[in-house]
């Protein structure tokens, strides 16, 4: 059955259909199911030779033993098409997440494989978090970040596991400095600059709230900034509560501070209805490149929105 199961067949459909991008981009890390079919709650993405699932929570009519046969055929089905064994396949249950609860741990393997994007090199922990450590969807952001970064001083807010950093570093940053509330992400980040070749004991890392960091008088002004808070945080270790669709026009007014003019700032959030208020933003221009940074792999275009905003 699973030689001829509908998901099966979606995928194998959506890598012949991908091959070519897969191909002239070097890829070997990319989303080959992207919740194509309503019946099939899941994102399946390929790093290399592992496979992530995120199952999404959706009501559905299935009794448990109905559910758990869906499952496991759907699997089944997985492993199949992409000839994959189980301690290759990492399967995760997605609900809608508050605060930093999709950064939070629900494994404790604290293995860290190794994979590859464009010419670098990134540590993923497929097991032990809802998210791997490197989000597939900014693959063109990060890209775009590399090639404006020679010769400039490079902030990354919110900065997760420091893959935008890296991406700095890869494209000539003279200084690049990575703030997060998480010295487990910190840590991380210094990892992902050592594989890389790149030494972080020359460049910054500050674990702070970023919200209450960007209100303090810059020491330092920088020509890009990458901006990509959560949707909503109530961290017991933040100072303060965050809701991206109210608060983004005062924190973007806080962050342009830190910035020299003529400075660009990448600006993101993957909240599905968000609003970007430019008239409450005081800026020389803004652009939106949402649709420009959703990659191919990705039917959903509203996986991210972004802009890009010059001081």
Not at 47 to 65: C, F, G, N, Q, R
Not at 171 to 187: F, R
Request: one cysteine or more; a neutral charge; aromatic letters at 12%.
């Amino acid at each position: 059955m699973s030689d001829n199961h509908p998901l099966g067949n979606r995928i194998k459909k959506n890598m012949k259909a991908l091959k070519s991008y897969v191909q002239q981009h070097g890829l070997s890390c990319y989303r080959v199911f992207d919740w194509d079919m309503p019946e099939y709650p899941l994102c399946v993405d390929l790093y290399e030779d592992m496979v992530h699932v995120a199952e999404y929570k959706t009501k559905h009519p299935l009794d448990d033993i109905e559910y758990l046969q869906w499952m496991e055929e759907s699997l089944l089905a997985i492993k199949t098409v992409l000839k994959v064994d189980d301690d290759h396949l990492f399967v995760k249950r997605r609900e809608r997440q508050k605060g930093i609860a999709q950064y939070e741990k629900v494994g404790h393997s604290g293995e860290l494989k190794t994979i590859h994007e464009n010419g670098l090199k990134f540590l993923v922990n497929m097991s032990d978090y809802l998210d791997t450590g490197l989000f597939l969807d900014h693959r063109i952001t990060r890209n775009r970040v590399k090639e404006e970064s020679a010769g400039k001083k490079v902030l990354n807010l919110f900065a997760y596991t420091g893959s935008f950093s890296v991406y700095a570093m890869a494209g000539g940053a003279t200084k690049v400095t990575t703030v997060d509330l998480s010295n487990t992400y910190l840590n991380w980040s210094k990892e992902n600059f050592k594989v890389n070749g790149f030494n972080p004991d020359e460049h910054l890392f500050i674990k702070t709230d970023v919200k209450e960091w960007i209100k303090e008088e810059p020491t330092e002004l920088y020509d890009i900034v990458i901006l990509d808070p959560p949707t909503v945080s109530r961290s017991k270790m933040a100072k303060t509560k965050f809701d991206i669709q109210p608060d983004h026009p005062e924190m973007i007014h806080h962050v342009l501070k830190h910035m020299n003019k003529g400075g660009a700032l990448y600006f993101s959030t993957n909240f599905r209805e968000f609003q970007f208020m430019p008239k409450r933003i005081e800026a020389s221009s803004y652009e939106d490149i949402s649709l420009a940074t959703v990659p191919d792999d990705f039917r959903n275009k509203k996986i991210h929105y972004c802009w890009r905003i010059i001081k």
